[in-house]
């Protein structure tokens, strides 16, 4: 089974743009998932357990050195465009 997850970052940062980018950097070292950002938010496609697993522990890196808001939406399946 598949997971489509639509995450949304927010650093309580000035400088808010290299954390994202880290975020984004760090998911993309996965080559078993497809990751797709555009100004608004990053999308991330793959495997269920895969997804989750990479996205929870990219989450948790960040949390170990700074705050972060992250809104995300989980969709069951593969609703890449």
Not at 14 to 23: A, C, E, H, M, V
Not at 37 to 57: A, H, I, K, R, W
């Amino acid at each position: 089974m598949n997971l489509s997850v639509e995450i949304s970052m927010y650093p309580l940062a000035d400088n808010y743009i290299p954390p994202i980018q880290g975020f984004i950097d760090e998911l993309n070292r996965h080559p078993e998932l497809q990751v797709i950002t555009n100004t608004m938010s990053t999308q991330v496609f793959g495997p269920y357990d895969t997804v989750l697993m990479v996205v929870g522990e990219a989450m948790k890196a960040y949390h170990q050195t700074a705050k972060a808001s992250f809104v995300c939406k989980f969709l069951g399946g593969d609703l890449r465009p």
